[in-house]
């Protein structure tokens, strides 16, 4: 039998405080007694990873770790080690257990925010739901500081078990293998040169999602690729016996790159790319161009499918309005709606820009399009827009 690759497993964390339930909920998870429990906090000290086939889930691999709050020296070597592994999860479940108090000053929040920032799925799971515990008030405030519903899970009543697998499922990121990520812009031989800012953002030791699934993707089309930082950029184009076909980076280095690019290679940036994977590329192109025709009176709606509580710097809360603030003028009206709210009345908006929908399926943001359209709104999402606001999208390649 071919065991699959650990790089193709889904990779679960389950990060919590020390002594939350983590170890027991990997068993139960699992129906075997693979990680060691003990009313002793602090039990875990090393992550522990087990690759299993959940029934369900399919091939993945679970990552126990040594609680939060752990003291002293020992305890911030045992942090480093849990933050390694949260940046290898591709989702994480935040363990809390019903005998804790929820809080705004508590650590499920800071490393939610941790995860937030990495675009980490998170499942926020209320655990030990079988003990003496007000359980309905603490799934509701739970709730309200962090915009998750908690799945209620007693590892050793073997309850709520069921309901966890159907979330993993429902938010594990999609697997973009089959898509032709690059589409027209790309044939069997090309070269492909990606320009990769590295930056403080990007998960210690590894790259973020988009950028391996497009090095794949490319892989497996037959083309020849090569990847630098952008300050290696013109070293590797005078490294390469011809100009590439295509390059492709990130939004944020865009105009450094555009300066240095061959006139024969074509330009495009990853936010474009994946933009189109999820929904209707042309439409929002076209969508992103009418904000040269905006002005002051403008009134624009932000789509998240997120209902998560906004945090600093959040891309559909502050990014995004400051942007569009600067081209448009600070008394632009702008609406920020989320979840599955999405107002059925359109009409009184002059565009809408949707986020990129990694919590929705294509159909349902397919959906969202269309009832723009229908009522002749122009819709856009965040890629194509903080292009277009950055005065980049005409000079990006486009994949038909
Ligand atoms: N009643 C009840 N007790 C639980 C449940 N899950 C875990 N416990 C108890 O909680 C204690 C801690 O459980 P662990 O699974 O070791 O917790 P952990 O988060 O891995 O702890 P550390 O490794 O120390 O960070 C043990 O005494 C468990 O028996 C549960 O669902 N119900
Ligand atoms: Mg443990």
Redesign the pocket.
């Known amino acids: 039998m071919v065991e699959t690759p650990k790089g193709n497993r889904l990779h679960i964390g389950i990060f919590?405080?020390?002594?939350?339930?983590?170890?027991?909920?990997l068993?139960?998870l699992t129906g075997q007694e693979l990680?060691?429990?003990?009313?002793?906090?602090?039990?875990?000290t090393d992550p522990v990873k087990k690759a299993v086939e959940l029934r369900g889930i399919g091939p993945c691999l679970l990552i126990?770790t040594?609680?939060f709050e752990d003291e002293g020296e020992l305890g911030a070597l045992r942090l480093d080690k849990t933050k390694a592994a949260a940046s290898e999860a591709d989702m994480a479940l935040l363990?809390v257990?019903a005998t804790e108090k929820p809080g705004e000053d508590t650590p499920e929040m800071r490393w939610l925010k941790i995860f937030r920032r990495r675009s980490t799925p998170v499942i926020l799971v209320l655990?030990?739901?079988?003990?003496d515990a007000p359980l309905t008030w603490q799934a509701k405030s739970w709730q309200k500081l962090t915009g998750l519903k908690p799945v209620l899970?007693?590892?050793?009543?073997r309850q709520g078990l069921g309901e966890l697998i159907e979330q993993i499922n429902r938010l594990r990121p999609e697997n973009y293998d089959l898509e032709d990520i690059t589409g027209s812009l790309t044939k069997a031989g090309d070269q492909v040169l990606l320009v990769m800012p590295q930056d403080i953002e990007a998960p210690k030791g590894r790259l973020i999602l988009p950028q391996v699934q497009t090095i794949r993707h490319l892989l497996d089309k037959g083309c020849l690729v090569n990847c630098c930082k952008t300050s290696k950029m013109k070293a590797m184009l005078a490294a390469l016996k011809e100009p590439p076909a295509l390059i492709i980076t990130d939004s944020q280095a865009f105009k450094q790159v555009e300066e240095l690019c061959p006139k024969e290679s074509r330009l495009t940036s990853f936010s474009v790319l994946f933009a189109g994977l999820k929904g209707d590329l042309p439409f929002f192109v076209a969508s992103a161009q009418k904000l040269s025709t905006l002005d002051h009176t403008a009134r624009i709606l932000i789509a998240e499918a997120c209902t998560h509580q906004p945090l600093h710097e959040d891309i559909g809360r502050v990014k995004l309005p400051r942007l569009l603030r600067k081209k448009l003028g600070e008394e632009i009206s702008i609406e920020v709606v989320g979840g599955k709210d999405f107002p059925a009345d359109l009409s009184t908006y002059d565009l809408i820009i949707h986020c990129g929908g990694c919590m929705f399926n294509r159909k349902y943001m397919l959906s969202r399009v269309k009832a723009a359209k229908e009522q002749g709104v122009p819709m856009t999402n965040y890629g194509v827009a903080i292009a277009a606001l950055l005065g980049i999208l005409d000079k990006v390649s486009l994949p038909e």
Not at 153 to 157: D, E, F, L, Y
């Open positions: 919590g405080r020390v002594n939350s339930g983590k170890s027991s909920l068993n139960a990680a060691v429990v003990s009313e002793v906090p602090g039990t875990t126990d040594a609680g363990v257990s655990s030990k739901t079988d003990l899970v007693s590892a050793q009543g």
